[in-house]
């Protein structure tokens, strides 16, 4: 028997476990430590954002953004149903109503002529998720929010370092989220972080982030105490995981060329039998630089993907399928504000197959994943 290639394996790619000994040796393990400075550093110098905050999760992140836009009861926010539960919720905890999208059937980043017909008075924000890294219609939806007045949040948890028009991904809109989870390109088990475009919401995020407390203006010097202030929670993450995660980012380029190398051999090794399994592959505009978050197939038919996942882990093929569309879980419906058919989200998310996909993927499991596959959607 061949030894199972999982769905997804956490890599060590440099100082992680030297930089959470420094950390240690800092003396200073809780949020906001040196590491964590480090890291947001060099995030906010990547998105040239106003400022950037560290969150124990993007789910934190996509929360902060929904405070800080003053989502209340009667808001309307605007996302696509092809998203994890995260990008909904967060809107929802603050009282917003739901008004899902459908998605491109190119990018499957939401439809912008459908979230242009979704504007109304009541729409505060619209949500974007650039699924897969690669960019949604980000510079259209841009246009959209601008010119009914709502704020556009990007959640951006598969793009970092992906680029549209040489432009970084997370810099569209007025914040953007990021995602640190152990299944993302950079990770640190948890985490997450809030970019900040626009400098009027630097104050009252960490305000936010610092428990409702003006701490940072303390740290800044500004005032001799800090007291309670605001809202808030306990979003920023110990500097340990910082610090695993700085040595991440160090590595970016090792990590990207890591992904780049499985992603193509994914491309070359499945462009010749599309025809023939009818098949097709994720797009790449040639806009974009890619974030290589992951390599999934589009299968003709929803029976079919439920075979090939069948005998592709009967092969110790690690496969798997993504969202069950938002429109039409329990949640969903209960939150949303109005009933909403999404045909190509429905269509996308039962054929879309997810195969395995990790910085350590080895030549020959790509071609042992794609024989794999290719027998199994043969056999039909």
């Not at 959470?20 to 890291?39: D, R």
């Not at 980043?109 to 924000?125: E, F, L, N, Q, T």
């Not at 028009?165 to 948890?190: A, D, V, Y």
């Not at 949640?331 to 909403?340: I, N, S, T």
Request: with cysteine.
């Amino acid at each position: 028997m061949l030894p199972p290639i999982p769905f997804n394996r956490p890599c060590l790619v440099g100082h992680e476990l030297a930089n959470i000994e420094q950390a240690i040796a800092f003396g200073h393990s809780a949020s906001g430590g040196p590491f964590t400075k480090q890291v947001t550093d060099l995030l906010r110098e990547w998105h040239g954002a106003a400022d950037v905050l560290l969150t124990t999760s993007c789910t934190d992140a996509l929360e902060m953004s929904a405070m800080l836009i003053g989502i209340e009861p009667g808001d309307v926010v605007v996302l696509p149903s092809f998203t994890f539960t995260s990008t909904a919720l967060a809107f929802a905890r603050q009282g917003a109503r739901l008004r899902f999208c459908d998605i491109d059937p190119t990018t499957l980043g939401i439809d912008p002529d459908h979230a242009a017909a979704s504007m109304d008075d009541r729409v505060k924000a619209i949500v974007t998720v650039h699924y897969a890294g690669v960019p949604s219609s980000v510079d259209e939806l841009a246009k959209i929010s601008h010119d009914h007045g709502a704020a556009l949040v990007e959640d951006n948890a598969h793009g970092l370092f992906a680029t549209h028009n040489g432009q970084p991904l997370g810099t569209w809109g007025r914040m953007s989220t990021l995602s640190f989870h152990e299944t993302k390109n950079f990770i640190c088990g948890e985490g997450g972080a809030l970019v900040l475009n626009d400098e009027r919401d630097v104050d009252r995020a960490h305000l936010l982030l610092d428990k409702g407390t003006n701490r940072q203006q303390f740290m800044d010097g500004l005032v001799d105490k800090y007291t309670w202030q605001d809202l808030g929670s306990s979003f920023g993450p110990s500097d340990l995981l910082a610090a695993f995660l700085y040595a991440q980012l160090e590595s970016a380029e090792h990590v990207r060329a890591a992904r780049r190398r499985v992603s193509i051999r994914y491309r070359e090794l499945l462009q010749p039998h599309c025809d023939e399994l009818a098949v097709t592959l994720p797009h790449e505009p040639a806009t974009a630089t890619p974030a290589d978050h992951m390599f999934y197939v589009l299968l003709p038919t929803s029976g079919l993907r439920t075979r090939v996942l069948e005998r592709l882990r009967a092969d110790g093929i690690g496969a798997t399928f993504h969202y069950v569309p938002l429109h039409s879980s329990p949640a969903g419906r209960k939150f949303a504000d109005r009933e909403q058919a999404c045909p190509v989200t429905d269509d996308v998310s039962a054929r879309l197959l997810r195969l395995p996909f990790f910085n350590d993927l080895t030549e020959t499991d790509v071609e042992r994943v794609v024989d794999s596959f290719v027998a199994a959607v043969r056999l039909g």
